[in-house]
């Protein structure tokens, strides 16, 4: 079993900060990548940010240059940092990761249960 979870989220006000941590743990072998994607009410899910196991990072145009993706190898754990927040920003956003078990020889897609980010004054 895999599990995916996310921490970090909540209310903030337009143009602070907030760091969202998701931390990938079970029988896990090998990760090929971990992301961010949100989702706003009435949209679709989006893609924010990716990192893959080559330090390869892709950022949504609507967020570059004010949030930054990271990835911790050790503790299989991916950052997104985003600063200048605006109300336009507020979604759930869901940690992914495309990785491999012990118990496969298949990479598959794994989701978190997502937080809340809130910016609003």
């Known amino acids: 079993q895999v599990q995916l979870v996310e921490s970090g989220g909540g209310l903030v006000q337009p143009g602070e900060s907030q760091r969202l941590s998701c931390a990938a743990s079970g029988s896990i072998f090998s990760i090929f990548s971990m992301a961010w994607y949100r989702q706003a009410p009435g949209k679709e899910r989006e893609l924010v940010a990716v990192i893959s196991s080559a330090d390869y990072t892709n950022v949504a145009d609507s967020v570059k240059g004010r949030f930054t993706i990271s990835r911790d190898y050790t503790k299989n754990t991916v950052h997104l940092q985003m600063n200048s927040l605006k109300p336009e920003d507020t979604a759930v956003y869901y940690c992914?990761?495309?990785?491999?078990?012990?118990?496969?020889?298949?990479?598959?897609?794994?989701w978190g249960q997502g937080t809340q980010v809130t910016v609003s004054s």
């Open positions: 992914n990761a495309i990785l491999r078990t012990i118990a496969s020889t298949l990479y598959n897609t794994y």
